[in-house]
């Protein structure tokens, strides 16, 4: 459990996130079989998008929010992931696209996010995107609106859990009838694989080069 306030955590990750980043080094850690076989690179018609990774301070710990999104005929239905979507022509960074989409599919009040930085940007191959994690603080627990048609459920994670070694895990991950090979994070009997799991690797790898603070 972290020994400091949710002030010098933020304050803490920050500067770090401020530091040369882990990339594609944590990346690894949780990358897929098949996505390492295949190797494909970004091309001209790979789009931007962003997803916002939102701390907050709850029950005496440090909670973040991941969804789940809903069966639809996509490469990403009914997987886990964080609030977040394609970069529209009205955004003037990736960082608004982050804070934008976060607020049309969980409600979060953007003006009240603080962005301490960002992760390394990590491309998706099933749906040719380049995403781009953008990490932020709220001073509150939200109350999450849903949009349905995005979200199927909202999933409150605490960085305890996230940190837990326990919760690691490989085998057969069947998508949309095939069977990929994947390490997954098993976070409240949900599995989350693939991009997210991907970002959380490097998020927990820089969180883990904090030095460790006094409140």
Do not use: C
């Not at 804070?99 to 009240?112: F, K, M, P, S, Y």
């Not at 001073?139 to 199927?152: A, K």
């Amino acid at each position: 459990m972290l020994d400091y306030s949710f002030h010098s955590f933020a304050n803490a990750l920050r500067e770090r996130l401020a530091e040369p980043l882990p990339g594609p080094d944590a990346h690894l850690k949780m990358a897929s079989r098949s996505r390492l076989r295949m190797a494909m690179q970004p091309n001209e018609r790979t789009r931007r998008s962003a997803v916002l990774i939102v701390f907050y301070p709850y029950q005496n710990s440090i909670y973040l929010p991941l969804i789940l999104r809903p069966q639809y005929d996509g490469v990403h239905a009914g997987q886990m992931a964080f609030p977040g979507g394609r970069m529209e022509r009205s955004d003037e960074s990736l960082i608004r696209t982050a804070l934008r989409e976060a607020q049309e599919e969980v409600g979060i009040r953007v003006t009240d996010v603080t962005v301490l930085g960002k992760l390394t940007e990590i491309y998706i191959p099933p749906s040719n995107f380049f995403v781009q994690p953008v990490v932020g603080i709220l001073p509150y627990r939200p109350d999450f609106y849903p949009d349905p048609r995005e979200v199927e459920h909202v999933v409150e994670v605490s960085l305890d859990e996230l940190m837990d070694e326990t919760i690691v895990g490989e085998n057969a991950i069947e998508v949309r009838g095939v069977a990929i090979d994947a390490p997954f994070y098993q976070l409240q009997g949900f599995k989350v694989w693939g991009a997210t799991a991907m970002m959380i690797s490097e998020l927990l790898t820089v969180i883990n080069s904090v030095p460790k603070q006094n409140s």
